[in-house]
């Protein structure tokens, strides 16, 4: 879907774990202006936020609890690899920067990328 609304002049943008470098690879080479945005967090940050979050926006919830005592094998991270990108556009430590940031931060590599004139 994410291909057919980019070449129709839509930006999109998809919220996924995408564990596999091979995902991500295979989206850029169908994808003409994919950005990739790599959120860093160590995975006791997730947990620990995990913890003590009271809304999920419809998220699956207790998703890292599960996963630690085996009822959630296909975790990435956990029951299954996560493999980091490699050569990311933007990267951002959530766990250094409030969300505003990272999004100001994203929202600039955006900006540099695609809409800065050369």
């Known amino acids: 879907i994410a291909k057919l609304l980019a070449q129709n002049d839509v930006n999109v943008v998809i919220d996924a774990t995408g564990n596999l470098r091979r995902y991500r690879d295979n989206a850029r080479k169908q994808i003409p202006k994919f950005m990739e945005a790599y959120l860093e967090c160590p995975l006791?940050?997730?947990i620990e936020r995990?913890?003590?979050r009271t809304e999920t926006h419809h998220a699956?919830?207790?998703?890292y609890k599960r996963a630690?005592?085996?009822k959630a094998p296909t975790m990435p991270g956990i029951g299954q690899p996560y493999e980091p990108p490699i050569n990311p556009e933007v990267t951002v430590n959530t766990?250094?920067?409030?969300p505003?940031?990272?999004a100001q931060k994203i929202l600039e590599a955006i900006l540099c990328k695609w809409y800065t004139k050369t």
Do not use: F, M, Y
Request: charge should be negative.
């Open 100 to 102: 505003e940031q990272a």
């Open 60 to 63: 699956p919830q207790q998703i």
């Open 95 to 98: 766990a250094q920067h409030t």
């Open 44 to 46: 006791e940050v997730c």
């Open 50 to 52: 995990e913890s003590k």
């Open 68 to 70: 630690l005592e085996g």
